[in-house]
């Protein structure tokens, strides 16, 4: 979605190894959340932020760590990827201001 | 925690038909409630949000929905649905610092010419 992008879009990656996913943003929004969703769970929160290093767990955070260290982009990482995280993950932002949360596009990551 | 429920996994409408997506949350103050719409290979739109005031709220599209305290229910409705509202939509419900959004299962609506 406009001014918020995702990156990579796709991945096929290795059990057991590291990856790292990026947010990025331009609309220079305080809060950003990762998600995953899979099928017959919805969305799930990963973990998400409320300013530059300031980051907090959300309801399956465990496996995965983030990383903010400035406003526009927000990483995900997986430190030692198991097929279980095969998922597709979503970033999103919010301006407390108003309300509802802005999605990127997603990225589709495989663990084989 | 705050949680949603949409009853329905799969629904299908004939083009001109009205629609009714179902959503119940659970959360013990006043929440705050979305629907989310997700074509095949997209990110998640926001139709519309409820806070507070009038429980019925327009939407993007020609959604609208309705907040009923007492069923602790936000269902979404369309009078007449077009082909292009194929999707998958998601109720969604945020506590008052909007920092714990949760999302339902999600309702794939196919529509039939």
């Known amino acids: 979605d406009a001014g918020i992008t995702q990156s990579p879009r796709h991945k096929v990656t290795e059990t057991g190894t590291p990856v790292t996913l990026r947010c990025h943003q331009t609309?220079?929004?305080?809060?950003m959340y990762w998600y995953r969703q899979d099928p017959g769970h919805g969305l799930r929160l990963i973990h998400y932020?409320?300013?530059?290093?300031?980051?907090d767990k959300g309801e399956v955070s465990d496996g995965y760590s983030v990383s903010r260290s400035k406003t526009e982009d927000f990483l995900l990482t997986l430190e030692s990827a198991t097929s279980s995280q095969t998922s597709v993950y979503f970033c999103?932002?919010?301006?407390?201001?108003?309300?509802?949360?802005?999605f990127g596009s997603g990225t589709r990551l495989t663990v084989v | 925690a705050q949680s949603v429920t949409q009853p329905d996994i799969h629904i299908t409408v004939s083009e001109g038909a009205s629609l009714e997506l179902r959503c119940n949350y659970s959360?013990?103050?006043?929440?705050?409630l979305f629907w989310y719409v997700q074509s095949p290979g997209q990110g998640l739109q926001l139709l519309l949000k409820?806070?507070?005031?009038?429980?019925l709220v327009q939407g993007i599209k020609g959604f609208e929905a309705e907040f009923k305290r007492s069923q602790s229910s936000f269902n979404l409705r369309k009078p007449s649905v077009h082909w292009s509202d194929a999707a998958e939509y998601f109720c969604?419900?945020?506590?008052?610092?909007?920092?714990?959004?949760?999302f339902g299962a999600g309702t794939r609506l196919t529509v039939k010419p």
């Open positions: 999103a932002i919010s301006d407390p201001d108003n309300y509802g949360y802005t």
């Open positions: 609309e220079n929004h305080r809060y």
């Open positions: 932020s409320y300013g530059v290093k300031d980051t």
């Open positions: 959360y013990g103050a006043t929440p705050y």
């Open positions: 409820y806070f507070s005031g009038d429980t």
């Open positions: 969604a419900v945020a506590a008052y610092n909007n920092n714990d959004m949760r």
